[in-house]
C-alpha cells in the first residue's frame, strides 16, 4: 500500500548530495589536527608521563645524596681504623 521500503530515506532528512572529496593540503591537515581537543584519556597519560618524570628526577637525587652520604661515612670509618693505630 503506500508503506515506505525498509532500507529508504529516513522521514524528514533530505538524501546527501555526492560531493567529490577534495584532497586537503598537508598545511590545514596539520591545523585541523592541532584544533581539536585532546581527549581525556591523552591528557591524563602525559599529567602521569609528567609526575612519573619527576618522581624519577626525585628519585635520582636522593640517590646522588645517599651515596655521597655513604661515601662519607666510609672515609670516617677508613680515617677511624688509621687514627687507632
Do not use: H
Amino acid at each position: 500500500m503506500g508503506e515506505e521500503p525498509e532500507f529508504g530515506p529516513v522521514a524528514g532528512l533530505a538524501p546527501k548530495a555526492a560531493v567529490p572529496e577534495q584532497p586537503v593540503p598537508a598545511e590545514y591537515a596539520a591545523r585541523a589536527a592541532s584544533a581539536f581537543p585532546q581527549t581525556s584519556l591523552e591528557k591524563d597519560i602525559q599529567l602521569l608521563s609528567a609526575k612519573l618524570d619527576a618522581l624519577k628526577a626525585i628519585l635520582d637525587n636522593i640517590n646522588q645524596r645517599l651515596a655521597n652520604i655513604e661515601r662519607i661515612a666510609q672515609e670516617a670509618q677508613e680515617s677511624e681504623k688509621y687514627e687507632r693505630y
